[in-house]
């Protein structure tokens, strides 16, 4: 890696790097589909059935009539979601997720939560900060910060948070 040109670094973190970030991340001059297929097109990695299987993540996290819509016009939790999907788009080796589910009900907590065990399934890593605990059912391990220092969680995967 630290040989790498940072224009290799930046593609290379685009290609096998996705992150579901805990604030906005939308560009607003874009679509709701557009701005899920936007890592795709950076590098023009996105391949002929990138358009496609953007409108597949959105209809599985119920998004999908809003694809023509600005992200203006969107909820926090659609927001969250259009962030996830374009995450699960890029096919990448590692999913870093801040609060994934923090903007969503129940019933969207439990989609994300289970797409991105899919995605772990499929072979990337998936590494997830949440205060969340339905998360827990979800992971393979499980860690928490106590006082500033990281510990396995005494519940541990498909446990009770402490």
Do not use: F
């Amino acid at each position: 890696l630290y040989a790498l040109a940072d224009r290799e670094l930046s593609r290379m973190r685009n290609e096998r790097i996705s992150v579901i970030p805990q604030g906005r991340s939308a560009v607003d001059s874009l679509t709701v589909k557009e701005n899920i297929l936007l890592p795709g097109a950076l590098y023009g990695t996105g391949g002929a059935g990138a358009e496609t299987e953007a409108e597949q993540w959105m209809e599985q996290l119920g998004i999908l009539p809003l694809a023509d819509s600005s992200p203006k016009e969107l909820s926090g939790g659609e927001l969250r979601r259009m962030a996830v999907a374009r995450a699960l788009c890029a096919h990448p080796a590692v999913i870093l997720a801040d609060e994934p589910t923090g903007d969503l009900d129940d019933e969207n907590t439990r989609r994300v939560l289970s797409l991105l065990k899919e995605a772990a399934e499929q072979g990337a890593a998936v590494l997830l900060v949440t205060h969340e605990n339905e998360a827990l059912r979800y992971c393979d391990e499980a860690w928490r910060m106590d006082a500033g220092e990281l510990r396995p969680n005494q519940g541990g995967p498909g446990g009770k948070a402490d």
